[in-house]
């Protein structure tokens, strides 16, 4: 019982002196991740004026915020069209499109599609994580559900030619990961942001260019999505955080 304070302490302590941080805390970013799409952005350039982008667990908006930026405004209006997904609530941001709902969940998709007009998007991009458990092999499982589900939502709404940034945590199952990625886009990369912590297994996948003939329609009405890589999108209950 005595280590556990002091681990909550030194965890705060670093958190605190995180550079990041204080740098989120000081332009009026609501996570540190801010800097870690950014970092990717500027080395990519993913986002551009006239896009139309998903942004999967948007909450607590950090993410968006960047995108926002990078988007820019005409006249005070948002050049292109944000949508934000999260199961949880996310304070409004000016010119988003903010859906309630796990996109995991067939009647989210439909709600999705019609927002979209059935009109593929541009850009997905997406920095869950599931709650960890500590445990290596279960941790990497459900990151890989969640990469895999993130790759089928693509492939459903973007365009050919389309591009996808997901998180990942680099361990059991990351190949194939990879692997998948190979089969739908022209391009992958692998990316680690300075901004992502040493210590930490997170890494994020990079699609460009989704190949002609790996677009597939949203099976909703099925009653089940299966992703490349076998995950089944209902009755899954993973929890997730942004981070």
């Known amino acids: 019982m005595a280590g556990k304070p002091r681990f909550n302490a030194n965890w705060m302590q670093r958190h605190l002196n995180d550079p990041y941080?204080?740098?989120?805390?000081?332009?009026?970013?609501?996570?540190?991740?801010?800097?870690?799409?950014?970092?990717?952005?500027?080395?990519?350039?993913?986002?551009?004026?006239?896009m139309c982008i998903v942004e999967l667990g948007a909450a607590p908006g950090s993410w968006t915020q960047v995108v926002c930026e990078r988007l820019g405004r005409f006249e005070g209006r948002v050049r292109g069209r944000i949508i934000a997904v999260d199961m949880l609530p996310m304070e409004a941001l000016e010119g988003v499109e903010f859906m309630l709902g796990d996109f995991r969940e067939e009647h989210v998709i439909e709600k999705l599609e019609q927002m979209l007009a059935r009109r593929p998007c541009d850009l997905v991009i997406s920095d869950m994580a599931p709650n960890l458990s500590g445990v290596g092999s279960a941790d990497a499982a459900r990151m890989a559900d969640l990469v895999d589900l993130a790759l089928l939502f693509a492939r459903e709404q973007l365009r050919t030619g389309g591009c996808l940034l997901v998180k990942s945590f680099q361990g059991t199952g990351f190949s194939q990961q990879v692997e998948a990625f190979k089969r739908s886009f022209r391009r992958v990369h692998i990316r680690k942001p300075k901004a992502s912590r040493e210590e930490s297994a997170e890494t994020y996948l990079l699609g460009k260019g989704l190949i002609a003939g790996q677009r597939v329609p949203a099976a909703v009405g099925s009653g089940t999505r299966t992703g490349p890589l076998g995950h089944t999108a209902r009755a899954r209950s993973t929890c997730v955080v942004r981070g």
């Open 21 to 50: 941080v204080r740098k989120a805390q000081q332009l009026g970013y609501r996570s540190r991740a801010a800097f870690k799409l950014a970092e990717i952005d500027d080395q990519d350039k993913l986002i551009r004026p006239g």
